[in-house]
């Protein structure tokens, strides 16, 4: 089990937090019911020996020091999956590319690039080569030749959204074919309707990817409305003790 200090950092004022997370209006950049949503299971699952254990893995070496970044990092993921979501919600029973890799994540994924992605161009292809031009950067975003370990995991957007993605992911690394092609193999399966939702973010236009743009704006705005939170509530905090040691 991880030690008790850096749980009780993480869950500093958890509670506070939480409350002032919610009484707190939304703005025109972030939403706060999906940020105290997000907040509230990160701060669950970040310091959970339990939650790695679903993904394979046996994370339990945090340090006070780098739980807030980890944190943030799982904040920031979560909260962009749920703009995702929030968008296409017909992706939450879209099915899975291979088993436990729920087509909705790849997707996510492919929403964090704010360049060209080129899905158009790549199943216009005639072979639909992972490795060609057309269809390198996909296959890029979505698949890697390395296993994810103890060591790497945090580099990964999967252990934030989707612990059973990474047990999937190692099943098949060094695959990245077999991921790639998975995943075109759903994205023909879906209805027309829902193929043209998709392209209209993840293909190559101004419009496409300033979209991708607001949504990743959107995922930062939100950490940073966290970290403005959490530092009122530390500050409270600071004050509460400060009062009861002068006796107030």
């Given amino acids: 089990m991880m030690k008790f ?7 500093l004022c958890t509670t506070s937090l939480t409350l002032l997370l919610m009484s707190t209006k939304s703005n025109a950049t972030v939403n706060i019911k999906i940020l105290s949503q997000v907040v509230k299971s990160c701060q669950k699952d970040v310091i959970s020996d339990v939650y790695y254990q679903k993904a394979g893995l046996n994370f339990n070496q945090l340090s006070k020091n780098a739980v807030g970044s980890i944190l943030e990092s799982c904040i920031q993921n979560r909260y962009h999956y749920s703009l995702v979501l929030y968008q296409f919600p017909w992706l939450n029973s879209a099915g899975e590319i291979i088993p436990g890799y729920p087509a909705s994540v790849v997707i996510e994924k492919l929403v964090t690039d704010q360049y060209n992605i080129g899905l158009v161009d790549c199943f216009a292809s005639h072979d639909r080569d992972p490795y060609s031009n057309e269809c390198q950067r996909i296959t890029n975003e979505i698949a890697g030749d390395y296993k994810l370990t103890d060591s790497n995991m945090y580099q990964s957007y999967l252990i934030y959204v989707c612990p059973s993605c990474v047990v999937a992911y190692n099943d098949v690394s060094g695959s990245r074919k077999e991921i790639f092609q998975a995943f075109i193999q759903w994205f023909l399966r879906i209805d027309k309707p829902h193929r043209r939702e998709l392209i209209s973010i993840l293909g190559d236009d101004s419009k496409a990817v300033q ?7 959107e995922s930062s705005e939100a950490v940073q409305k966290y970290r403005e939170i959490r530092a009122k509530v530390e500050q409270q905090e600071k004050e509460r003790r400060r ?6």
């Fill in 5 to 11: 200090t850096v749980k009780s950092f993480v869950a």
């Fill in 211 to 217: 979209l991708r743009n607001l949504l990743m704006n």
């Fill in 243 to 248: 009062r009861e040691l002068l006796g107030n």
